[in-house]
């Protein structure tokens, strides 16, 4: 394995973490609701500009569900590290940052989703720089 097969792999393993420990609270019923309300509270005490509406259970589910596939992708990342799952990951992150752009541009959604966007921004640009240096 060559040193740039290693960083792609270090890198791919480390989001894969990251997405565990951010997306899992969003996973579990009645977790993912605390969690949305620590991101309201936040976003208000820190004066964060832009909508936060209340979460009905509806929205709760699809949170739940979004964790739910989350959780299930980054262990298949943890568990085979191909170099291709990289590249998916990192046209999912962008794809997820683009999306939450457009909302808090078009539909004045919260901006404490930047924090969000930074590291989609951040371990997507990681993982397509180093899927691009392997040989």
């Known amino acids: 394995m060559t040193p740039a097969e290693r960083r792609l792999r270090r890198v791919q393993r480390a989001s894969a973490i990251y997405d565990l420990i951010a997306v899992t609270p969003f996973a579990l019923p009645g977790v993912a609701a605390w969690e949305v309300n620590q991101l ?15 979460f009905a259970p509806t ?3 699809f949170a739940n569900l979004f964790g739910i596939f ?3 992708w980054s262990v298949m990342r943890l568990r085979s590290t191909e170099p291709r799952f990289a590249l998916y990951d990192a046209i999912l992150r962008f794809a997820f940052a683009t999306t939450m752009c457009i909302y808090m541009i078009g539909y004045d959604v919260t901006r404490i989703l930047l924090v969000f966007v ?3 921004l951040l371990w997507g640009s990681l993982q397509w720089f ?3 240096r392997r040989p």
């Open 59 to 61: 929205h709760l589910f």
């Open 130 to 132: 180093a899927y691009s």
């Open 118 to 120: 930074a590291f989609e």
């Open 40 to 54: 309201h509270e936040t976003a208000v005490k820190l004066g964060i500009p832009g909508q936060f509406p209340a």
């Open 70 to 72: 989350t959780i299930t």
